[in-house]
């Protein structure tokens, strides 16, 4: 199996899933003003889902936020663990994309995967997340160009990425990696600001 195959299946799927995540914000927070969108996934790469934050929720974090954090406003904007929509209220609409993500992730561990480098002691783990980091640039400059954001409840300069729920160093030089492609230069300058706390 060739992971360099796979690259478009999963860019399809995740495109897919949040588009259809997106028509369930829409639906369902017309009444509110989202001011990020991102895509959120566990610190292994094995499930996939959205996350998202309100204005009205990002005003109420920060007043509770204050003893917690150096700098609660950068704080509640830039960290995911503080945000208040999280895609896996819907989340069939990323169970194609898990399922691939599983699949991908059986021939990892039985070591099928041909265009990784591979030793029979060390699995790949860098190219995985290369492969990860590629297509999620990809896709959300895909969401970007298909206009999905321009309208209510999103704000007009959205806070886009990748989001964990509790990033080490590793995970975080990752997140500001996609955020350097795919924010303002306003949203990656708060981003570096705020990973570098």
Not at 23 to 42: G, Q, V
Not at 114 to 134: A, I, M, Q, S, W
Not at 136 to 150: G, P, T
């Amino acid at each position: 199996m060739l992971l360099a195959n796979l690259k478009n299946k999963f860019i399809e799927l995740l495109y897919n899933s949040c588009i259809k995540d997106i028509a369930h914000i829409k639906e369902n927070y017309s009444h509110e003003s989202f001011f990020s969108y991102c895509i959120y996934c566990d610190d292994g790469f094995s499930s996939f889902s959205s996350i998202g934050c309100t204005k009205k929720w990002f005003m109420e974090q920060v007043e509770k936020l204050k003893n917690l954090y150096p700098n609660p406003l950068l704080s509640a904007e830039t960290l995911a663990a503080e945000w208040d929509y999280f895609g896996v209220e819907k989340i069939e609409n990323f169970r194609d994309i898990n399922e691939l993500v599983d699949n991908i992730f059986k021939a990892y561990y039985d070591d099928e995967i041909e265009d990784l480098n591979t030793t029979p002691k060390d699995l790949d783990y860098v190219g995985l997340e290369n492969f990860f980091r590629e297509a999620i640039i990809v896709v959300i400059n895909q969401l970007k160009a298909s206009k999905c954001f321009d309208s209510n409840p999103f704000e007009s300069d959205l806070l886009l990425g990748l989001q964990f729920p509790d990033p080490d160093m590793d995970l975080k030089e990752l997140v500001l990696k996609i955020s350097e492609q795919v924010n303002s230069p306003q949203w990656h300058k708060k981003m570096l600001a705020s990973y570098s706390q």
